[in-house]
Each structure stands twice: as C-alpha cells, then as structure tokens.
C-alpha cells in the first residue's frame, strides 16, 4: 500500500514563499505521477500541478502558473511544491496525489492527509 506523508505547511503572510514536501513510501515511486491538490473551505478540491515520472511533462493550473513549481528526487521519493508570491487566495489544505498512470487529469490512486496552507493579508 502506498503512503504519501506531507509537510511544509504553514502560516506566512501575503508575497511570502513555502515549500511543500511529500515522501512516498510503499510503491515504485520513479512510475508514479505525482501531483498536489488543493482545497479551501467550501470549495471543490482542484489539481494545482502534477509531474510525470520521467520529469518530461508538468502541469500547472493557470491561477499558480509563474509562482508555483514542482519537483520531484526520485532517489528521495520525494516530490515538492515550492510556492512564491503567495496570497490569501492559496489558502488551503494541500493534498499530495500518485496516480499509476499517465491521465488527463490527473485521477489518483492514492492521497496523502493535506497540510494546512494559511496566507495571511
């Protein structure tokens, strides 16, 4: 079974920078796309981006697209969200995702808990 454990979160006031961090644990994470996800209160859940297991395609959702990266060590089984120029609009509970399979979107087969993205005014 595979275990996606995230951290990173936190509060940061608006213009300020996080990085999210997911380590994977139980599967061929270097096959895996992974992805972040993200929901704020009363809201649908929504991909932010994903990254495919051999690096050659990202995806980013247009309102992070120039402030968001993601990244991925497979040696570390590890992918990451650096988040720049941060505003209260990216409040949310961040959920890292693998999906087995390359889709359009992005379906995944396992999810983490979410950490708790707080931008302040």
């Known amino acids: 079974q595979v275990q996606l454990v995230e951290s990173g979160g936190g509060v940061v006031q608006a213009g300020g920078s996080l990085r999210l961090s997911c380590v994977a644990s139980?599967?061929?994470?270097?096959?895996?796309?992974m992805g972040w996800f993200r929901q704020a209160p009363g809201k649908e859940r929504e991909l932010v981006a994903h990254?495919?297991?051999?690096?050659?395609?990202?995806y980013y959702a247009g309102s992070v697209k120039g402030r968001f990266t993601i990244s991925r060590d497979n040696a570390k089984n590890t992918v990451y969200l650096q988040m720049n120029s941060l505003n209260p609009e990216d409040t949310a509970v961040y959920y890292c995702?693998?999906?087995?399979?390359?889709?359009?979107?992005?379906?995944?087969?396992?999810w983490g808990q979410g950490t708790q993205v707080t931008v302040s005014s």
């Open positions: 990254i495919s297991w051999q690096l050659a395609s990202t």
């Open positions: 995702a693998a999906d087995r399979e390359y889709r359009v979107p992005m379906r995944p087969d396992y």
């Open positions: 139980g599967g061929t994470f270097s096959r895996y796309v």
